[in-house]
């Protein structure tokens, strides 16, 4: 896989340069337990979305096709990721089930906890005919994550469906693996994950996500890639949090990045944010290093920033960490 692969622009491209889709919720963050009361802040949270804003942010088309409920947390969704230039032409609205909402809470020093409420919610009830308007409008690129197949089995045919739709239509398939225990384990999640691959462009993982989509117990990172590469993916990217990332070739080769050094305040979103950095890349047409470079400034931005996508750069501000740390812009 090279950035070459990507489907090129042309006159008749499609209106989106990416297109994703998954649950996004009203987000409510406090500064400390709820039980202890005090005041909260109301956004909204999505790990497709957050990949969304972020190439929204570095000047690409990208188009998010989820499902809300018809109330204020799905209009306040709307309303967000509308005003960040994500877009939503394709986005459906449920009007029997509410939209998801989940409450981040500070609960002693910089340890958080994060409950959801999404049994039932319209996002978990998409099914592959909600999805088949944005599919007809076609993308350069399809960017799934991990989560929304554990939603539900609506979701999970949904994403099968796309994916078949993709590579039917010769469009780049790219899947962040983004596992959450929370949702389901690691044993449910292996084999819908697994029978994905054949059809998946770029891989995006972490290294303990790895286990998840290939090898056997005891295998190590080479040799779940080359189990990866073996069973049709294109290449492979291992996200190594504070250590930076690795991109994976089919020739055995490697090519790293060491991660930006930022005060963090919130690692809410990181992973979300390397990937709009990385997708850039790759619709700019960027080699190996570069592509990884601008994920892990991105990545950088996020962590550095309290919010899942607040702090997100523009493409404008990619250079803002090159310079030295407390300097003022003028």
């Known amino acids: 896989m090279t950035a070459r692969d990507i489907v090129p622009e042309s006159s008749g491209s499609p209106a989106v340069e990416v297109l994703t889709f998954g649950e996004t919720m009203l987000s409510v963050r406090t500064a400390e337990p709820l039980t202890a009361g005090g005041g909260a802040r109301i956004t909204v949270a999505g790990a497709e979305s957050n990949v969304a804003v972020g190439l929204a942010r570095l000047g690409h088309r990208a188009g998010w096709a989820g499902r809300l409920g018809a109330d204020e947390p799905g209009r306040t969704v709307l309303r967000a990721l509308r005003g960040e230039g994500v877009d939503l032409r394709h986005a459906t609205v449920d009007e029997t089930a509410p939209t998801g909402v989940m409450l981040r809470e500070g609960r002693v020093g910089d340890i958080a906890r994060v409950h959801y409420w999404r049994s039932g919610s319209a996002a978990s009830r998409q099914r592959p005919e909600h999805l088949a308007g944005a599919l007809a409008a076609g993308a350069r690129i399809l960017h799934l994550t991990g989560i929304t197949p554990a939603l539900g089995e609506g979701p999970r045919a949904t994403v099968v469906g796309a994916v078949r739709h993709a590579r039917e239509h010769g469009r780049t398939v790219t899947l962040d693996v983004n596992h959450r225990e929370r949702l389901w384990s690691g044993a449910e999640a292996a084999p819908v994950l697994r029978s994905l691959l054949p059809d ?50 089919r020739d055995g080769s490697t090519t790293g ?18 990937c709009a950095g990385y997708l850039s890349g790759l619709l700019d047409g960027l080699a190996a290093g570069a ?40």
Request: hydrophobic letters at 40%; one cysteine or more; a negative charge.
């Open 200 to 249: 998946v462009d770029v891989l995006i993982a972490s290294e303990e996500e790895l286990s998840i989509v290939a090898g056997a117990p005891g295998d190590g990172e080479r040799d779940r890639v080359s189990e990866l590469f073996s069973g049709g993916v294109g290449e492979v990217v291992v996200k190594l949090g504070a250590e930076g990332a690795r991109v994976h070739h």
């Open 257 to 274: 990045a060491p991660a930006r050094r930022v005060t963090v305040r919130d690692t809410v979103g990181a992973g979300d944010a390397f």
């Open 291 to 330: 592509r990884l470079e601008r994920a892990v400034v991105c990545g950088a931005f996020a962590v550095a920033c309290e919010g899942d996508w607040e702090g997100l750069p523009h493409r404008d501000e990619l250079t803002l960490l090159d310079g030295a740390p407390g300097r003022t812009v003028r």
